[in-house]
């Protein structure tokens, strides 16, 4: 009597499996291109290979999967052209399309391939989630970070402290592999080189900043973003998107630690312990049904229904669409902008942050009020499908409030830091670059933020206390303190002699 | 020949339970108020409902759980209403308990519901649970903080930076979801609100401190203590309860790293690498049989049985029952403290704390030696059905060890931080809010407890060493000597003059 | 049609063991003396006992498993003693092997027993395999440390602040917990002692040193190594050598933040939501059919072939047989050293770094660049069974130069560093136990390691930046400009007076 209902369906279903096994093992149509992509590829790559086996693309034809009812498809639009229609999504069907559209598009074997498929070759059978997707932030990370005036000083003082001192490193291949590994790089073909391989000598693109899988990632074609950030590898599994493991390759750092609060969270701590009886691949995501308890993917992106297949939230790749705030990488959290574009935000300074250094937001560029609440509003439909209303409003409140109180922290820490500035005691040309700077930085570039992330995903606690949050936050500002008047006792004796 | 007996004996269990599944499927005795709840409330909340229906209290009446051999009981009493006995344990049953005694009682179509079900409430069936739980620290949580002279100083020096600089944040707001988070928040009732629902307007309670599930939460009743801290959202799983996810909600961050430290212990891997095959749920937990490697419950919680049934260690909910010092939130280690109500204990100086600030312990409010020996007695029983008593002896000797060096180097810093104080340096008013203060209070806060958990917890390595351990603490007392001895310099230049 | 073919081989074979599963329960021919054994342990240890009844050891002869064809084989050699062959590896075959070579043999109920299983006597069935691992850096990891004398330095500063102040600790019980417990220690046998048993008195002999399982732990015997570091506890499962976990007990600090990398990777992303479709126990483990994403073991050890049986790497136990650089615990990355006894490495100024403080590489001592190419394309075989030439390439350009700018960073600091010891501003003596040589210590010793572990691992992101990566390493740089400048200061005002 122990083991649920749950539990019984599965068996069932397991059994079910078992019995009509062989009949689903029957050959799906690949196109000729693709058998013979396969051909070689298998025998050098089996990984590869293998990975789209196990994935969606290789089981089912666009035209399958587009007659399903609405809700339950996971495809958006069906490829116009009709004999990519009929065959599963093979190696060709992706690294063959919008050819000409393809600046690293390369002659291999008598066909025209190119390396990287971009978010437009995906939008051809998922148009609405890449056309979604575009209004994300993420899509525009490359463009956000480097055209962003004052996170090139950032960049700058990160990855090139070699000006000030005797370090010359190639900073192209430095920004690739750290800033840009999350952000995106920018894709460029550069020429063309002949690699041996096992099959003989044969000529393949050269591309700078390649490889990467960076959610703004630069395409040759033009295109913003990879979808491969999230869906890895070539099985573009669902079942990995919504796990929060995708999401915390980019989001667990001190500055942004979405995963690391999640996982200490009571939705995290269920997540890990009681997952393996979530239903990871049900689309649509069934509350309650398939799970009890929510990953990223659940509140930020997924189609989800009741039991009967009553909407809740609709699929988004837009995941600002329910974010009221933006709490994260700025010294102060605003509404959350209007345009996913944030490098082109000015504040009163004319300096590129969405507020000004005493905290006045740059409204004009952000939401209105009105706007945060649907976007609220949205968010806590979600959350009242497990939670009373008192519970959530009870929640966001204490958000508004961490909010006011984490913006109030940096205030007074740049009230101390614009004293130093002003006296001479650090050089404001590059605001990060020495020691007091960075005591003030990394107060509202991890401590406040972190407090933050704890407050808005209810992982309080650690994250917001002694785990690089309100402990460190305050400990900054009093060696903040403590270093300006060190050095004003400095100068002024300087002075008197 | 690889798989082990084990897995012979789930694929028998899986048999039998398809074939018996239907039966499994039919339905429990639900009392009519019950199943008026969740009419509506499987509508709104699928998530909340799907969760109480894959759980045990949705399963089994308590009758028919008491009527169990002692030693496989999960429940220790039974209601004293007959009514109670005979049906599952729904909503009704547990917010409706005890109505008169809960001034967040309020009417709701016709029942008098409350919001908050409290360690009392739950205590109708689980008394000696909830009795054991009185005696454990985490119970009294809340005062141990916020009724601590000295951890208001901390705590006004991490969330209330405000006073001295120009932030007015809503404190209580700001406790609840940090240090209370974890702690437990004072939930009272400010009066009635009226709430817009699905199903018209409707009154409900106006409660502060809510939502918390914190361990010593203050209930509205008066109460203290939420069990669903460790035992989450509805299905009460003591599959969660055991799995080390669920402890690290509030015992990861760098102040108590039990957590992070476990996970990278030789017990932490096993359960990673192998705890899928274990048996969560069994009661009683045999050893050996059900798991091969403890998670944080093994030690301090389950009741635990050799395959024979022979109990190797009793269930307790006072978990210090088996722990002999006191590790964490202070400065010195020392014997475990007799009352759990820690916030009454006084030094020599007259301050709440275990120990003067010389490291003297407090004694007459610690256990004594003696006790020491039949708790270490009490755990090591655990150890020694995988280990040798050679082993566990020395193992423990190395604990010791650590308590006496840790407890040195807090001296050390102890005695550099004193004299920055009587020269002045520092204004020990409030001993947390300046910079040489942090550095002596990270010392002990983070790397000494650090250090002490890899010891006690034998995951050493780096949580002893680099990673929040013996390096970083040794870093504070040279950063703190190096403070010193420049104050001193300084402040002597500025006599000379 | 959502399941893969995978899942349906799976159900297959389910029923398979279900319907032979008797029979696989059948009775293994065990030595008498280990039926001895188990009839007391069984009760007094009845977790140690289930691991191994759960592990491979207990399912198979050596002589059975030394029949299986070659690349199926998990043993590389059969006892010399045909009694040993035909019985399974139970506690009498380990405990009691070449009894006479170990000093911690001991009289047990008429048998001359050992504790300390060591690495020669696993050697007896897994010769290749401890060969191997003799000439891994991990086996000599006790001498490394503690026979390097500025090592010893660090260690001094780390766990022995007690010369300066007033700290008295038992330095050897404090070794074996923190440096030496990923380390290794040393096991000595110091008498025997009479402890008190569940069946009377007996006697034992008392190891200093004990417990232990770190990787270079110098046994009784005069063999170094533990086995059990990686394959633990009785089971000796492969699955958990396989997994990162086993690897995080030792690689996760700091210092060799290995798995944090990992864990954030898209490798360790898609183990962690693909993984538990992996069959992680198959030897061979073929790359595709029986994975598709790399842990720690794929790369760095285990045997690798494609689904046609085609060896992509051999199986090795010297992990550096695949590894050009030294990353890790060095201020500079230089190519790997020729001999895995790092201590006997000098620099031109004498000390036993495998570079001059100006970073010149000791390349005596180091292995050429075509030694270099050798192991890179020993490696690069397995990245090319996912991923193209061109993607590999650029990757592994990226990470020489990571190695070139973090070099050129520890320079950055190094100069500033040397100033500050020739100008006396701190004492060289012990280049660890100041403020300003732990500020360049940390520099080199855990951002610059975490930097080009991000690197060398794709792991990028966050690592490489804000997570103890170029951020925090030119922190360390700003600070330490900063403290020079101060100081420089403070002693030009002394001397004008």
Same mark, same amino acid.
């Given at each position: 009597m122990e083991k649920s209902d749950r539990f019984v369906r599965y068996s069932l279903s397991f059994l079910l499996f078992f019995l009509v096994g062989f009949g689903l093992a029957q050959k799906m149509p690949l196109s000729s291109e693709t058998e013979e992509c396969i051909g070689c590829h298998e025998v050098i790559q089996p990984g590869l290979v293998q990975s789209w086996r196990d994935g969606r693309h290789s089981k089912i034809t666009p035209q399958a999967a587009f007659k399903k009812e609405k809700i339950k498809r996971r495809i958006s639009s069906q490829p116009t052209n009709p004999a990519l229609q009929k065959v599963v999504v093979g190696c060709y069907e992706c690294h063959a399309l919008n050819a000409d559209q393809h600046p690293d598009t390369f002659e291999h074997n008598g066909y025209k391939i190119h390396t990287v498929v971009s978010s437009k070759d995906c939008a051809t059978c998922h148009a609405e989630e890449a056309g979604q997707y575009g209004h994300n932030i993420m899509a525009h990370a490359y463009g956000n970070l480097v055209d962003n005036t004052v996170y090139q000083q950032l960049i700058k003082s990160v990855i090139r402290p070699a000006s000030q001192t005797d370090h010359a490193g190639s900073d192209f291949l430095t920004m690739d592999e750290s800033c840009l590994y999350c952000h995106g790089t920018k894709v460029t073909v550069k020429g063309m080189e002949t690699r041996d391989t096992e099959f003989g000598e044969m000529k393949f693109p050269v591309l700078t900043g390649w490889p990467n899988q960076g959610v703004g990632r630069l395409n040759p074609d033009g295109s913003l973003g990879s979808c491969t950030s999230c869906h890895p590898r070539h099985d573009f599994s669902i079942e990995t998107a919504r796990q929060p493991y995708t999401c915390s390759e980019c989001h667990k750092g001190p500055d942004v630690p979405a995963y690391k609060v999640y996982s200490v969270s009571k939705h995290g701590n269920i997540f890990k312990s009681q997952g393996k009886k979530f239903n990871l691949t049900a689309v649509p995501w069934k509350i309650g049904q398939d799970f009890t308890a929510?990953?990223?993917?659940?509140?930020?992106?997924?189609?989800?229904?009741?039991?009967?297949?009553?909407?809740?939230?609709?699929?988004?790749?837009?995941?600002?669409?329910?974010?009221?705030?933006?709490?994260?990488?700025?010294?102060?959290?605003?509404?959350?902008?209007?345009?996913?574009?944030?490098?082109?935000?000015?504040?009163?300074? @004319?300096?590129?942050?969405?507020?000004? *250094?005493?905290?006045?937001?740059?409204?004009?560029?952000?939401?209105? !009020?009105?706007? /945060? +609440?649907?976007?609220?509003?949205?968010?806590?439909?979600?959350?009242?499908?497990?939670?009373?209303?008192?519970?959530?409003?009870?929640?966001?409140?204490?958000?508004?409030?961490?909010?006011?109180?984490?913006?109030?922290?940096?205030?007074?820490?740049?009230?101390?830091?614009?004293?130093?500035?002003?006296?001479?005691?650090?050089?404001?040309?590059?605001?990060?670059?020495?020691?007091?700077?960075?005591?003030?930085?990394?107060?509202?570039?991890?401590?406040?933020?972190?407090?933050?992330?704890?407050?808005?995903?209810?992982?309080?606690?650690?994250?917001?206390?002694?785990?690089?949050?309100?402990?460190? @936050?305050?400990?900054?500002?009093?060696? *903040?303190?403590?270093?300006?008047?060190?050095?004003?006792?400095?100068? !002024?004796?300087? /002075? +008197?002699?």
């Open positions: 929510p990953t990223c993917a659940t509140c930020h992106a997924s189609l989800l229904t009741d039991s009967e297949g009553n909407v809740i939230a609709e699929r988004t790749h837009q995941f600002n669409d329910r974010l009221a705030w933006r709490l994260l990488g700025v010294p102060y959290a605003v509404p959350h902008p209007r345009t996913p574009e944030l490098y082109k935000i000015r504040n009163s300074a @004319g300096l590129p942050l969405t507020a000004d *250094l005493d905290g006045s937001p740059a409204s004009k560029f952000l939401i209105t !009020k009105e706007e /945060q +609440k649907r976007r609220n509003d949205r968010m806590q439909k979600i959350c009242l499908t497990c939670h009373s209303s008192g519970w959530v409003k009870r929640h966001f409140k204490r958000l508004d409030n961490t909010i006011q109180s984490t913006n109030a922290l940096t205030l007074s820490a740049t009230k101390i830091m614009s004293k130093i500035w002003e006296k001479g005691l650090a050089d404001q040309g590059n605001m990060f670059d020495e020691e007091p700077e960075r005591l003030w930085t990394s107060l509202w570039l991890f401590y406040n933020n972190s407090t933050r992330f704890a407050s808005a995903m209810a992982g309080g606690g650690d994250y917001g206390v002694f785990a690089n949050g309100r402990y460190q @936050g305050t400990e900054q500002l009093f060696r *903040l303190k403590s270093w300006l008047e060190l050095h004003i006792q400095m100068a !002024k004796k300087a /002075q +008197k002699k």
